[in-house]
């Protein structure tokens, strides 16, 4: 929510003060060429009037403020509904006020944001319109425009604020079986043949007890049913994080068709981050992307769990463009340097030649699970990624998985 005051562009006049002008001057030199108390008498009215306009079409552009209400972020085809609330503070009342709101076309919906309302002393009023937005994106309302004026028409007075508050389209999220990706990915926790803890929330059964288990681990109500000791039994596991990495620039989607592949491939990480942070499984994400907020490269969110977390990642895929140049290897590289060992990391880009194989491998000789999802992959990139021990899927227009 914006809070200002407007200026006031005191050098601005309609045709109509120019008209009151010249008459004032005209009636001036009949007045004192005939010496007439009747011509002076209107003069004295006249300026009297224009000078009470002035003072009060100036009296309450001061006293006035407005403020817009714009929710934070909208799904695509989510209604939003947009609140400018404007009050006159001034101890004079406002005769009219028009009213002009800026917005962007992806977002218009017709007709246009005109109104016209009058204001008491001390009286708010509240505009209300209505946008929806089919695309992700970051979208800027305003600035807002208005007029007002005296009651008598004898000035208008525009009144500029060049204030604009954003709105982020979110990307969509589909479930992963609608992007051709299977719903078992190797993300989050992978079972281990041995491990030093188990997990109490992942029991497995039951087995016979065994000379050096723990007896805290003995399940009493099973042993009273089978008559001999029993042990709780619980899936080992390696508790990993998931960074999601999205290579978005124009010139790692050197293809004819780059914007709907850079789009699928922006759904494809909200996708996949919304499945993980479902199931409690902590997440992140780094791009090459550009944020637009900050002008500059889009900066790298750790993994991290629940709902706050999830929206803050799908804010950034939602502002994200695309700049002309951008190395997602190396913003990987760089983002991925708190990873534990066992954790995960999932490349979203167009195709993983040699080139990009190679530069993961690092990443796969510290401990790390590499899964590969490509917008546009080749049977031989997945033979490719599979022959270094990766995980690699793809992601096409018609949303069934290409096997090698």
């Known amino acids: 929510m914006l809070n200002s005051t407007f200026n006031i562009q005191h ?104 109104r016209v309302v009058s204001l008491g002393a001390g009286e708010r009023r509240v505009v209300s319109y209505t946008v929806q937005g089919q695309r992700r994106g970051l979208y800027r309302l305003g600035p807002l425009r208005l007029q007002t004026g005296d009651v008598l028409g004898l000035r208008e007075q525009p009144l500029s604020s060049g204030g604009t508050d954003a709105l982020v389209i979110l990307p969509q999220v589909l479930p992963l079986a609608e992007l051709g990706l299977p719903a078992a990915l190797p993300f989050g926790a992978r079972a281990a043949p041995r491990s030093l803890f188990t997990d109490p929330a992942r029991p497995v059964g039951v087995r016979d007890y065994q000379a050096g288990d723990a007896m805290r681990q003995i399940d009493w109500k099973s042993s009273a049913r089978i008559g001999a000791l029993q042990v709780r039994r619980q899936q080992p596991a390696i508790a990993r994080e998931t960074l999601v990495a999205l290579a978005f620039s124009h010139a790692e989607y050197p293809s004819r068709y780059s914007y709907d592949a850079q789009e699928r491939a922006v759904v494809a990480a909200a996708s996949i981050i919304a499945d993980l942070i479902g199931r409690r499984l902590p997440a992140g994400l780094c791009s090459s992307g550009r944020d637009p907020l900050t002008d500059g490269l889009a900066a790298t969110i750790g993994p991290g769990d629940g709902r706050a977390h999830l929206l803050a990642m799908l804010r950034l895929l939602g502002r994200l463009e695309a700049p002309a140049e951008g190395d997602i290897a190396a913003a990987l590289s760089r983002a991925s340097a708190g990873l534990s060992w066992g954790s995960t990391v999932v490349l979203i880009c167009l195709r993983a030649g040699p080139d990009t194989i190679e530069r993961l491998l690092p990443l796969r000789r510290r401990g790390l699970l590499i899964a590969l999802v490509l917008i546009d992959g080749e049977p031989d990139d997945l033979t490719l990624a599979r022959r270094h021990g990766m995980h690699p899927y793809t992601v096409t227009r018609a949303g069934a998985p290409v096997e090698p």
């Not at 003060?17 to 108390?37: G, I, W």
């Not at 006020?97 to 917005?103: D, G, K, M, T």
């Open 11 to 114: 050098s601005t006049f309609n045709i109509r003060m120019a008209d009151l002008r010249v008459l004032t001057l005209v009636l001036l030199a009949v007045a004192a060429a005939l010496r007439s108390e009747i011509f002076f008498y209107l003069l004295y009215m006249l300026v009297g009037f224009q000078a009470v306009a002035w003072l009060w079409v100036r009296q309450v552009s001061r006293g006035l403020r407005w403020a817009r209400e714009v929710p934070a972020t909208a799904f695509p085809g989510e209604p939003v509904d947009i609140q400018i609330a404007i009050s006159n503070h001034s101890l004079l009342p406002m005769p009219w006020l028009s009213i002009y709101e800026s917005v962007p076309p992806a977002l218009r919906t017709l007709p246009a944001v005109r």
